[in-house]
């Protein structure tokens, strides 16, 4: 139940944002929208505004969607003759439904940094320089000659700025020799270090282990331009790791800990709420992100098909056949469920073996 409800907690907020990004937008747009919903099935209850859009909260909380005029369902497959409906998403401009596709990702990016930035501003935010305080006995990091004082400045031309990003390249690159420039005294010195591979049970996953310690690092709470401006950075370098998870796992090297479902997130979910409201937060901002990347990928029914196809349109300078992008987008969410099940029974298979 804990796993549920920890679920629950992060995923409907941020189900939320993302649709509400596409909601506003369309209004500001001029296209009525008809249905906004958190989650699919059968409604549980629901109010109409004064926009008549009808907010409705269904069964099924794995998700939402909403249902703009001309509509045929939730994944925005148009209605025959669509384009000639006063106030439809059809009728509306290319410019103008790229904005409404792209606000709902852009809202999940957005979200992300706000709570980034609140975390920082409430409770703070740890700086560690990437200086090594400690090198292990037997480590790779012992064996390429790293030192004690040793002040790392870039790794395979990386620049690194605190001992975060380090450990993020070390993490990931397990086995690979890997090119440290450090500043050792005052002295530029470069150093090819190849960091151990360990396997980890809980994760699932082959990581790279450096085998040093951080120098003492310090705590603060910062101001608002300060939290938006680190907000921003670390939002950016979070999505530049999840594109590059992305593509392991497109070209097939990904390990196995880094595929997972909706079982896998509800126990991520369930890990986050023990550690307290900041490692809550903190993971729910990490899955705003992801949701919004992830929406980008430009499989047809989500946003990123959406965009493609009227990426294509602003070229050519006319839509797609309306039959064409209806096949493609059954072909879209026909994808995505079969995916959705294949992560899902081996997420249920995992937790048996």
């Known amino acids: 139940m804990d796993y549920i409800l920890a679920f629950l907690a992060i995923l409907t907020p ?9 909601y506003w937008v369309a209004l500001k747009s001029g296209v009525v929208v008809e249905v906004f919903s958190i989650g699919f099935g059968p409604e549980l209850f629901s109010r109409v505004d004064r926009h008549g859009t009808r907010w409705r909260v269904a069964a099924l909380p794995l998700g939402g969607y909403v249902k703009m005029r001309g509509d045929e369902n939730a994944a925005s497959v148009p209605t025959a003759g669509a384009a000639a409906v006063t106030g439809s998403f059809a009728a509306a401009s290319v410019w103008a439904r790229m904005a409404i596709v792209a606000a709902g990702p852009a809202a999940n990016f957005i979200f992300g940094m706000m709570l980034f930035a609140g975390v920082y501003m409430g409770v703070g935010k740890a700086f560690i320089p990437p200086t090594i305080g400690e090198v292990i006995e037997g480590s790779a990091a012992q064996e390429a000659g790293l030192q004690t004082g ?14 975060n990003t380090l450990r993020s390249i070390v993490f990931e690159n397990p086995g690979r020799p890997l090119v440290f420039e450090v500043d050792r005294f005052d ?14 049970e809980q994760l699932k996953v082959d990581y790279g282990q450096l085998g040093v310690r951080s120098a003492e ?10 939290s938006a401006i680190h ?5 950016v370098q979070m999505t530049y790791m999840m594109v590059r998870g992305l593509a392991r796992l497109v ?3 990904a390990n196995e800990g880094e595929i997972g ?11 986050a709420a023990r550690q307290g409201v900041v490692g809550f937060l903190i993971f729910m901002a990490l899955i705003s992100i992801n949701l919004g990347l992830v929406n980008l990928i430009p499989i047809p029914a989500l946003d990123g098909g959406h965009l493609l196809f009227f990426g294509i ?12 992008q209806a096949v493609l987008m059954r072909g879209g969410i026909a994808l995505l469920l079969a995916l959705m099940v294949c992560v899902t029974v081996y997420d249920i298979m995992r937790q048996f073996s």
């Open 251 to 253: 070209t097939g090297q």
């Open 313 to 324: 349109e602003a070229v050519i300078g006319r839509p797609l056949p309306e039959a064409f």
């Open 14 to 22: 941020v189900v939320f944002i993302h649709e509400f990004g596409h």
């Open 150 to 163: 040793d002040r790392v400045l870039f790794v395979d031309g990386v620049e690194i700025d605190d001992f």
């Open 261 to 271: 479902g909706p079982v896998r997130i509800a126990e991520f979910s369930a890990d």
């Open 231 to 235: 907000a921003t950075t670390d939002t």
């Open 217 to 226: 690092g310090e705590f603060r709470r910062l101001g608002l331009s300060e």
């Open 187 to 200: 002295v530029p010195t470069s150093v090819t270090v190849t960091p151990k591979t360990v396997y980890s």
